[in-house]
């Protein structure tokens, strides 16, 4: 499979209430240097997979107030790659949200491949 058919989602839209009292509301644990790395989180996960993944094919799914903290420690993406949640639903609504933009022409899903993505490191 060719790489531009590969894309990534990587979901970073919690408030990272788990990492109290490091992680806050406005600054959630997705772009804290938890790992002292000099690196955050959603940097570390873009990395993971900008080897095999054309940075073009990546989307963030993000709440709307982090969307500038996405851009800026992912400077790679352009900021139609950054879809923010008018509500944070759990999951179910970002994986339906993010098949949206491979459909094609006439509402025809392009043959490619994906992974959704949460932050954690494994």
Known sequence: MAASNRYCVIMAGG????????????????????????KSFIRHTFERFAPIIPAENFLVVTN?????LVLEQIPELRPEQVLCEPVGRNTAPLHR?????????GGRVDDGRGAVRPLHLR
């Open 64 to 68: 709307a107030a982090y969307r500038q």
């Open 97 to 105: 949200l993010c098949g949206l933009p491979a459909r094609g022409a």
């Open 15 to 38: 408030i990272g209430s788990r990492f109290w009292p490091a992680s806050r509301r406005h600054l959630p644990k997705q772009f804290l240097d938890i790992l002292g790395t000099g």
